[in-house]
């Protein structure tokens, strides 16, 4: 996904995306499925022991899931922690999401 997509890049995450590719509709039938999109999180142990990265996964997975239905389907994405991620609160990760999804113009 790395070396095909986009990445935007912001103070304490990284945001890397592509566009996925639908798959085949089934002999039977000639309708595709629509196609959500998918986020998985990376927070390695740079940013900080497990209570310090588990409690940035929540805080990350809370600020996908109020504006995941805003995002553009058919994308996969990739949220990394950088280290300055375990200092920071809710309400600026999400802030820092949320301008990384409009610069990528992932958002509706």
């Given at each position: 996904?790395?070396?095909?997509?986009?990445?935007?890049?912001?103070?304490?995450?990284?945001?890397?995306?592509?566009?996925?590719?639908?798959?085949?509709?089934?002999?039977?039938?000639?309708?595709?499925?629509?196609?959500v999109?998918?986020?998985?999180?990376?927070?390695?142990?740079?940013?900080?022991?497990?209570?310090?990265?588990?409690?940035?996964?929540?805080?990350l997975?809370?600020?996908?899931?109020?504006?995941?239905?805003?995002?553009?389907?058919?994308?996969?994405?990739?949220?990394?922690?950088?280290?300055?991620?375990?200092?920071?609160?809710y309400?600026?990760?999400?802030?820092?999401?949320?301008?990384?999804?409009?610069?990528?113009?992932?958002?509706?």
């Amino acid at each position: 996904m790395r070396r095909k997509g986009r990445r935007q890049q912001g103070r304490r995450l990284t945001l890397s995306y592509v566009r996925r590719q639908p798959p085949a509709p089934p002999a039977a039938s000639t309708e595709a499925a629509p196609l959500v999109s998918r986020i998985g999180f990376s927070v390695s142990k740079r940013v900080g022991n497990a209570v310090t990265r588990n409690r940035v996964k929540r805080r990350l997975r809370e600020a996908v899931r109020r504006r995941l239905w805003k995002t553009q389907p058919g994308w996969d994405m990739i949220v990394v922690a950088r280290p300055e991620a375990a200092s920071a609160d809710y309400a600026t990760l999400a802030g820092e999401l949320h301008d990384l999804l409009t610069q990528a113009r992932l958002l509706r």
